[in-house]
């Protein structure tokens, strides 16, 4: 099935309904939530999602898992996607928390497929063995928590996040948002680490990594995006997207 709203076929009996999209560079999809669990997977361009309590950023060639109910909302640059549709009695993967996972070539290639079975298969058929083997491979996913910063629950800090993200630098010093918020160094640290499970040091290079990512994709230069970042040079920079993501800024722009 290929662009068809989801509401048109939500209500057929299967475990799993499979549509391929395509969506303009910059299309926003605000907050939403589907009665099915999501597998949302970018075969091309970047996606970012976000919910109250984190943001992912799925580069291309990954998917992100969704969970039955979950509201998100999810920013598309350049993306045709394939979505898996699950009934919730059915989904292979648990918990609360949305998930960006590795696409192995088999579940890829499954996708790809699985887009093209009419939306009242035969379960006891061919159409029905694929669409159990997709599931399969999506329980087997890697989850990549790399692509993820978490949100804090109290909502002074989550605005300093969420404005953070909206505006990254790396020298955006712990004392600074402690003085905001009117509390010491030290409980700010305290009340960070147990918000977020993260330092944060550790949190606001995660976050910059993850903002640079969605630029880069969107065709910015690597030297425009580090200098922006406050990174001493682009060098300085790419070692450091190079150590948290495994490969460097290059392997993510466009062209």
């Not at 391929?20 to 597998?39: E, V």
């Not at 898992?65 to 919730?88: C, D, F, N, Q």
């Not at 996913?141 to 630098?169: K, M």
């Amino acid at each position: 099935m290929r662009n068809i709203p989801l509401d048109s076929v939500d209500a057929i009996a299967r475990a799993v309904l499979a549509i391929g999209t395509d969506y303009p560079a910059g299309t926003m999809l605000h907050t939403h939530s589907h009665r099915r669990a999501q597998f949302l997977y970018g075969a091309t361009g970047v996606m970012e999602v976000g919910t109250d309590d984190g943001a992912w950023v799925v580069p291309p060639q990954r998917g992100v898992w969704i969970p039955a109910g979950k509201p998100h909302r999810v920013r598309m640059l350049g993306v045709s996607t394939r979505s898996l549709y699950i009934e919730p009695r059915d989904v292979p993967r648990k918990g609360d928390q949305c998930e960006v996972l590795n696409v192995s070539p088999l579940l890829r290639q499954l996708l790809m497929e699985a887009i093209e079975v009419p939306p009242e298969y035969d379960r006891q058929g061919r159409d029905g063995v694929l669409m159990r083997l997709v599931l399969h491979e999506v329980a087997r996913a890697e989850a990549l928590p790399l692509l993820h910063v978490p949100l804090p629950r109290d909502p002074a800090l989550a605005g300093l996040c969420v404005e953070f993200l909206r505006q990254p630098g790396i020298h955006v010093a712990p004392s600074t948002w402690a003085a905001q918020l009117n509390v010491s160094e030290r409980t700010f640290n305290r009340r960070f680490g147990l918000e977020t499970g993260m330092a944060f040091g550790k949190w606001r290079q995660r976050a910059c990594v993850l903002v640079a990512l969605s630029r880069l994709a969107a065709g910015e230069p690597v030297t425009v995006v580090a200098l922006d970042m406050g990174y001493d040079s682009p060098g300085a920079f790419s070692t450091m997207f190079r150590k948290t993501l495994g490969r460097p800024p290059s392997h993510f722009t466009m062209g």
